[in-house]
């Protein structure tokens, strides 16, 4: 039961451009909405997040969008560069519960 | 300051045998997980504890148990290695959430990680 669904699988993008990457959720009551970055050999590290109380955060060149009614939310990363190349994780939590479900990831490759 | 320490990093094992893997964390974390990471499947939790001397389970429990005897530390154990545990795996420790509801009582620290092989 996947509640968190994430896409596209993968993505290249030329250096400069605009990475985005898209998720949806069915699950109403989720009121957290990260995402986590992932290099290669390493864990996943929290990024930037988002609640469902805005519609945009935006932090240096990476932006969350938030629809709520639509049930989807997006990360952008603008002026995209070599070394953002990763895997990228969104997610999605409630306050009543104890744990984060994570879409299946995109991997992103930044073309030099 | 280690943060999350995985060990081992790298692990070989036979169909049948057992093994624990050990998670450390230094940041005084009430929460902690175990997830495992396949190509294609993303991030799926094994099981996680809330404080010590609790667990639960999480999406794919079957196979693995866990134990929280210290605050610092979450074992995950495996009595008889299968293939299909060859993956990832990764643990996570958080400050408790649904309390207070800051961003960073909300933040997952993760380790670098465990590749585990199971011939």
């Known amino acids: 039961q996947q509640q968190v669904k994430q896409s596209p699988q993968s993505l290249i993008v030329q250096k400069g451009g605009i990475s985005i990457i898209n998720c949806a959720y069915e699950n109403t009551a989720f009121d957290y909405f990260p995402w986590y970055q992932q290099f290669p050999g390493k864990g996943p590290a929290l990024l930037i997040a988002i609640r469902p109380d805005v519609s945009e955060k935006k932090e240096g060149r990476f932006t969350i969008s938030f629809n709520k009614s639509a049930k989807q939310f997006s990360l952008h990363i603008m002026d995209s560069q070599p070394g953002d190349s990763a895997t990228y994780f969104c997610?999605?939590?409630?306050?009543?519960?104890?744990?984060?479900?994570f879409g299946k990831g995109t991997r992103l490759h930044i073309l030099p | 300051n280690a943060g999350v320490t995985q060990t081992p990093k790298f692990r070989v094992l036979k169909t049948g045998q057992s093994m624990t893997l050990l998670c450390a964390q230094d940041m005084n974390h009430e929460y902690m997980y175990w997830y495992r990471q396949d190509p294609g499947m993303g991030l799926r939790l094994i099981h996680y504890s809330v404080g010590e001397g609790t667990t639960a389970k999480g999406e794919v429990p079957d196979g693995y148990n866990v134990s929280r005897l210290k605050k610092q530390n979450f074992l995950l154990g495996l009595e008889s290695a299968a293939p299909s545990q060859t993956s990832v795996y990764f643990c996570a420790s958080s400050y408790s959430w649904g309390q207070g509801r800051l961003t960073t009582n909300e933040k997952l620290f993760f380790g670098s990680g465990t590749q585990l092989s199971v011939l």
């Open positions: 997610a999605a939590s409630m306050n009543r519960d104890d744990k984060i479900i």
